[in-house]
């Protein structure tokens, strides 16, 4: 199995500033995911991050908006930028161990 | 493209009655299908999951799911809801995707228990 912390648990922001999300894992794992769940919706996969690669990203979905960085096999960030009322989600990171995945607590961020 | 379907948004038993949550996936090949709950202000937790063997998986809190090759389901049961059975519950397929597994969620059903 996967522990996962992420940070913050929440937040509220203004629309125009970007919030960076952190995810650290207690185990290395090869890839790291992050999902956004808007309000009354489903989970909706970002982006697939590999440890010393670029992120691999969802239609729909792009680097400028939300970079991704993965600096070691533990850790990964989101940040998301030039915010506005539709970002407001709950995003997730999470970990693939043995075929299964493993979920974050998850971040809401609430934009003004 | 894998995907999965919901087919019911909201639903509502009384406690002790007994529960069935439809899922119907597509995927080309033999997919890996998971039941995940979310409750309210909860992270995602995993129910079960099924890869491959019996058809027929138990879970924890005594759910269980019955894979259906020939009507591509894999509908959640549990014979008795508890009252904290209250939440969200999503229906996922897994997929290899380049030496990874792409999950990809259903739009959930949301489960009230009514006393």
């Known amino acids: 199995s996967a522990v996962i912390s992420q940070k913050p648990s929440r937040d509220i922001c203004q629309r125009g500033t970007s919030l960076t999300i952190q995810c650290q894992v207690d185990?290395?794992?090869?890839?790291m995911f992050w999902y956004r769940q808007q309000p009354g919706q489903s989970l909706t996969l970002i982006a697939t991050?590999?440890?010393?690669?670029?992120?691999?990203?969802e239609s729909g979905f792009v680097i400028d908006k939300f970079p991704i960085s993965r600096p070691n096999l533990t850790f990964s960030t989101l940040t998301v930028s030039n915010m506005s009322p539709e970002d407001s989600s709950i995003y997730l990171c999470?970990?693939?161990?043995?075929?299964?995945?493993?979920f974050g607590p998850g971040t809401r961020l609430t934009v003004l | 493209a894998q995907s999965v379907t919901q087919p019911d948004i909201h639903i509502t038993v009384s406690e002790g009655a007994s529960l069935e949550l439809r899922c119907n996936y597509s995927?080309?090949?033999?997919?890996?299908l998971f039941w995940y709950v979310q409750s309210p202000g909860q992270g995602l937790q995993l129910l079960l999951k099924?890869?491959?063997?019996?058809?027929l998986v138990q879970g924890i809190k005594g759910f269980e799911a019955e894979f259906k090759r020939s009507q591509s389901s894999f509908n959640l049961r549990k014979p008795s809801v508890h009252w904290s059975d209250a939440a969200e519950y999503f229906c996922?397929?897994?997929?290899?995707?380049?030496?990874?597994?792409?999950?990809?969620f259903g739009t959930g059903t949301k489960l009230q228990v009514i006393p």
């Open positions: 991050a590999n440890q010393g690669s670029e992120a691999t990203y």
């Open positions: 995927y080309g090949a033999t997919p890996y």
């Open positions: 996922a397929v897994g997929g290899d995707s380049g030496g990874y597994q792409k999950v990809t």
């Open positions: 185990s290395q794992v090869t890839m």
């Open positions: 999470s970990v693939e161990v043995y075929n299964e995945q493993f």
């Open positions: 099924y890869f491959s063997g019996d058809t």
